[in-house]
């Protein structure tokens, strides 16, 4: 409960990175090739000048590797979101430019922008609105401050999943909680920005997503009542069907 929950990314030689925020409030990583001969940890390096004050990090931190094979990372603190990446594949991720974004109502993750970087979605502190934000020039450019797209407001409370399909278009896909605790999907297609759609089932934890065989996601969510659901777009980008137990779900289809 001092630490919250770690977050790991893969690379694409197949290591493994693990990232857990320590008791001081630091960021500490670790890695093994194929999840195995794992090294020492390591702390992310901090902001520039005195040293914080502790605990710089709060609970909700993310991971991603791009399609260069850096390491980002992002966290909340009380005053903004933090964002190291890695100079170079393989290398610890340093502490990028402060990035000028107003602190987090929730845990941070972290996507694909589909443009080789990463982008960071959250709920801003004080409110439920979420934001989908990306730096507006290279990652650790001095006194680059990244740029903010505010949804729709959806309501209700917690972490935001987001998924990014492969393929032509490369959708953003989103997922949050509504004021009713039921999962709220919503999805970009090329170049346009869609609003939340019809809410699904109640449910507990966080959303969880894929990509199926036909390039469509598939969005899972358990249940209040303990049962696992899931919803499929009826193409890439588009609109989720309806929510069916998921043994039930469009039979025959395969993630």
Sequence with gaps: METGYPAIAVSPDGTVHVLARNWAGDIALRSGKGGKGWGAWQLLDHPPGKEPVHPLVVEGIDALVDTSG?????????QTVLHWVSPAPGQVPKLSAPTGLTPSGSAVSLVADGKGGAL??????????????????????SGVAWKVARRTPAGGYGRVSAYRLSGNGGALVLAARDE????????????????????????????????????????????????????????????????????????????
């Design 70 to 78: 850096r390491l980002h990372v992002a966290a909340p603190t009380a």
């Design 120 to 141: 960071a979605v959250y709920r801003q502190a004080g409110t439920a609105q979420v934001a989908v934000a990306s730096p507006e020039a290279a990652p650790g450019v």
């Design 180 to 255: 009713q605790g039921r999962v709220v999907p919503a999805s970009d297609g090329s170049g346009r920005q869609a609003g939340w759609e019809a809410p699904g089932v109640q449910f507990v934890g966080i959303p969880g997503m894929a990509q199926d065989v036909e390039g469509r996601a598939v969005l899972a969510a358990l249940g209040t009542d303990g049962q696992l659901y899931a919803a499929r777009q009826s193409r890439p980008g588009a609109q989720f069907g309806e929510w069916a137990p998921a043994g039930q779900e469009s039979a025959g289809s395969r993630v």
